[in-house]
Nanobody, 114 residues
């Protein structure tokens, strides 16, 4: 059974930074893709950033140039460095890990105050 657990959310002022972490554990050989999605109240879940095992990244347009995703394959951990945060970044951030199917964490709240 695969478990995905996020940490690092919280409250930050506009222009501030936060780093999210996510560990994926379980009896799989590794995750071909890990990353982050987010969902704001009343909105659909949207892509934030993903990274493959080889380090190829993909970012959603709203976060390009401000967020950085990276992973430690040995630790099965993915990180999201969020800089220059804006109020519109406020959302629940979900970590995902893919190996044959998508596994999801329960989410961590990020709130950016204006």
């Amino acid at each position: 059974q695969v478990q995905v657990m996020e940490s690092g959310g919280g409250l930050v002022q506009t222009g501030g930074s936060l780093r999210l972490s996510c560990v994926a554990s379980g009896k799989v050989l590794g995750f071909t893709l890990m990353g982050w999605y987010r969902q704001a109240p009343g909105q659909q879940r949207e892509l934030v950033a993903t990274v493959t095992g080889g380090g190829t990244t993909n970012y959603g347009d709203p976060v390009k140039g401000r967020f950085t995703v990276f992973r430690d394959n040995a630790k099965r951990t993915v990180y999201l460095q969020m800089d220059n945060l804006k109020p519109e970044d406020t959302a629940v951030y979900y970590c995902t890990a893919f190996r044959g199917q998508y596994y999801w964490g329960q989410g961590t709240q990020v709130t950016v105050s204006s």
